[in-house]
């Protein structure tokens, strides 16, 4: 089993910045991609940025440019990502949800942070 734990949500004025953080723990060894989606009020879940174990990256259109998906390098496993988000906009509003793919337990999902981006 994989577990995820996000932190880092809050509010903040349009143009700032923040940074989330999602810890895996449980069976992390089987982890192959770790990454962030994100839902707003009344809209379907999105892919935002996705990091791969040999640290490929991907990102959403909307955020690509502003958001910058990382890891920690310090251990050999993929268990600790960050999104630092850059000029937020009121559009970025939403829960934001660390997913893992791992090739014992398919997906799991963190219970989600908020970002809210308003003045």
């Known amino acids: 089993q994989v577990r995820l734990a996000e932190s880092g949500g809050d509010l903040v004025q349009p143009g700032g910045s923040l940074r989330l953080s999602c810890a895996a723990s449980?069976?992390?060894?089987?982890?192959?991609?770790m990454g962030w989606y994100r839902q707003a009020p009344e809209k379907q879940r999105e892919m935002v940025a996705l990091i791969s174990n040999v640290g490929s990256t991907i990102y959403g259109d909307s955020v690509e440019g502003r958001f910058t998906i990382s890891r920690d390098n310090a251990e050999n496993t993929l268990n600790l990502v960050y999104l630092d988000m850059n000029n937020l906009r009121p559009e970025d509003t939403a829960v934001y949800y660390c997913?893992?793919?791992?090739?014992?337990?398919?997906?799991?999902w963190g219970q989600g942070t908020p970002v809210t981006v308003s003045s």
């Open positions: 449980g069976n992390i060894g089987s982890i192959y991609t």
């Open positions: 997913n893992a793919l791992s090739t014992q337990y398919g997906g799991s």
